[in-house]
């Protein structure tokens, strides 16, 4: 069975869509730390990042590099904070996270609790910013 992102990669799932190549796809978080949390995954399902090969592993972050400066210029902040964890969704993914300080990192923080309208609104933003 494939991976909810990769189902979210084919349509299958909604998403809220920032940026798309032929081979990495970036989308909101649904339980964003801050506004403009993003994920950046390979389309290739692979559950862990370190398997990837070192051109797809390179590629992925040219590309997240990519939707990071999007979201800093749509998100203004102290910097683009970038975390792989991996343990949640047996599928390759960097957290992206606009700081304005290290605390804006913790996982264990409360989650955002934002509306269709405003996650729609953060995807757009960061979209005309890419």
């Not at 993003?38 to 090969?53: G, M, S």
Request: glycine share 4%; charged share 25%; net charge negative.
């Amino acid at each position: 069975m494939a991976s909810i992102f990769s189902r979210i990669v084919a349509g299958e799932i909604p998403s809220y869509k920032v940026a798309e190549d032929d081979r990495f796809f970036a989308f909101l978080d649904i339980n964003p730390l801050v506004k403009g949390h993003t994920l950046v995954i390979p389309k290739r399902e692979v559950d862990y990042i370190f398997d990837l090969d070192d051109e797809e592993l390179a590629a992925l972050h040219v590309f997240a590099k990519k939707v990071a400066l999007a979201v800093g210029r749509a998100f203004p902040c102290k910097k683009v904070g970038m975390a792989v964890l991996g343990l949640e969704v047996p599928h390759a993914h960097i957290h992206l996270i606009p700081m304005q300080s290290e605390k804006d990192m913790l996982f264990s923080n409360p989650k955002l609790q934002l509306s269709a309208d405003e996650f729609a609104a953060v995807a757009e933003a960061i979209r005309n910013a890419f």
